[in-house]
């Protein structure tokens, strides 16, 4: 992993946090107990902080920057980027996802696969939105996805106890 400094401010990271030997954490980023961070993300705190909240995940190839929050057990799927936005509890940006500056994703909603949500933009709670401006699609208010966070959690724990470098 690289955990780098910017301008005097460095990473603070939970011993309890995963973070993948090929992540790249710069800056003004906080990671919580049992967040999770995972292969080619970058978190970019150089223009405002980054926080992934207790058991927030942060997937493979992902890119969080500038003033952005991931709310506790919350997922970022592969490929997405979250820029200077909160995405709330239990909330999932799917894969290739994009969220824009000032936008939130509410409590347990869902971001599809490929979908922007737009600057300024509130994702209602326990909602799946989808497409390029996001709409909403329909209401979720028991959706599977909500435990993600759980299952990343776990994962990162059983990296941590197994993984083993073979270079």
């Given amino acids: ?76 799927g592969h490929t997405a980027i979250v820029h200077a936005a909160t995405v709330e509890e239990r909330a999932m940006v799917g894969m290739g996802a994009v969220v824009l500056d000032d936008a939130t994703v509410g409590e347990r909603a869902l971001v599809g696969a490929g979908s922007v949500v737009t600057e300024g933009t509130d994702v209602p709670p326990e909602t799946l939105v989808a497409g390029s401006p996001a709409e909403v699609i329909k209401e979720v208010p028991d959706s599977p996805w909500a435990a993600a966070g759980d299952r990343y959690v776990e994962l990162s724990r059983r990296y941590t106890e197994s993984g083993e470098r073979l270079d």
């Fill in 1 to 76: 992993m690289v955990l780098r400094s910017f301008e005097g401010t460095e990473p603070t990271v939970h011993d309890s946090a995963y973070v993948d030997d090929q992540a790249v954490v710069i800056g003004d980023v906080t990671l919580e107990a049992e967040a999770s961070v995972w292969p080619n993300v970058t978190l970019r705190g150089d223009h405002g902080p980054i926080v992934l909240r207790e058991g927030a995940n942060v997937q493979d190839n992902a890119v969080c920057h500038e003033g952005t929050t991931i709310g506790p057990y919350a997922t970022v």
